[in-house]
């Protein structure tokens, strides 16, 4: 038996993949996809961030996040800053137009969600997520968080 393909870790993959493609397609006509949404979420309510800080919130590393960020600024939706403690520190803030395409967009991401999701009873979606929570929790060695 191919075991991989049954594994947890492959199903929650190939099931967030699924859900990101779903969210694309909605997505597109704004000109941003589901990971870009990721980073304008990340920011949204909290002024400014470093990359580095949204990297770690959205789970990607430098490479990722920077080219995702040249994209955005190349969009306008951010604009990247020095940050005035420590000019070393480029911070992305969220601008007029991302806080107006992320308004847009937030409904369409609870739609999705709520659309793939029907097929459970509210119990087996909170179970699910709470099981999800617990696994990632531990493979992060993170427990009792």
Request: hydrophobic fraction near 40%; proline fraction near 2%; glycine fraction near 6%.
């Amino acid at each position: 038996m191919n075991y991989i393909k049954h594994s947890t870790g492959f199903l929650v993959v190939r099931t967030a993949r699924s859900m990101r493609k779903a969210l694309d397609t909605e997505f597109a006509e704004k000109g941003i996809t589901a990971t870009q949404f990721m980073v304008l979420d990340a920011l949204m309510g909290q002024g400014a961030l470093p990359l580095s800080e949204i990297g770690r919130k959205i789970y990607l590393d430098k490479p990722a996040i920077t080219g995702l960020a040249d994209r955005l600024e190349k969009d306008g939706f951010v604009e990247r800053r020095r940050s005035s403690d420590d000019r070393r520190v480029v911070k992305l803030h969220l601008t007029a137009k991302g806080e107006t395409v992320h308004r847009e967009l937030e409904p369409l991401v609870i739609a999705v969600d709520q659309d793939l999701t029907q097929i459970l009873s509210a119990d087996e979606l909170t179970a699910m997520r709470n099981s999800l929570n617990k696994i990632w929790k531990h493979a992060d060695g993170n427990l009792d968080a």
